[in-house]
Nanobody
Framework: QAQLREAGGNSVEDGGSLKLTCFASGLHFTRKCMGWFRQVPGKERESVATIYSETGSTSVAGSVKGRFTISQDNARKNIYLEMNNLKSDDSGVYYC???????????????WGQGTQVTVSS
């Protein structure tokens, strides 16, 4: 059974940094891809970053490019989201997600965690 659990959310000041971790288990499928999205009440869900496990290829949203980095551990099991130069617009609940896909076909996410709160205050 696939399980995702996020950790690392916190409250920081504008310009601060945080590193989120997604602890994953039960993701026993090929062409695995994982990612992060964030949700703010009243706003559309925003995909933040994706990583394709087999190749390590990544993609990040334009709104966070140059500030956020997605990576995976050596076992290609857990993923991280390193967030630098945080802004108030980055506040929200961050969710880990997993599915199958490739850089040519995008990721079909089918599993999600419970989320972790990130709050950036100015």
């Amino acid at each position: 059974q696939a399980q995702l659990r996020e950790a690392g959310g916190n409250s920081v000041e504008d310009g601060g940094s945080l590193k989120l971790t997604c602890f994953a288990s039960g993701l026993h499928f090929t062409r695995k891809c994982m990612g992060w999205f964030r949700q703010v009440p009243g706003k559309e869900r925003e995909s933040v970053a994706t990583i394709y496990s087999e190749t390590g290829s990544t993609s990040v949203a334009g709104s966070v490019k140059g500030r956020f980095t997605i990576s995976q551990d050596n076992a290609r099991k857990n993923i991280y989201l390193e967030m630098n130069n945080l802004k108030s617009d980055d506040s929200g609940v961050y969710y880990c997600e997993a599915g199958t896909g490739s850089v040519w076909s995008s990721c079909d996410f089918r599993h999600w965690g419970q989320g972790t709160q990130v709050t950036v205050s100015s």
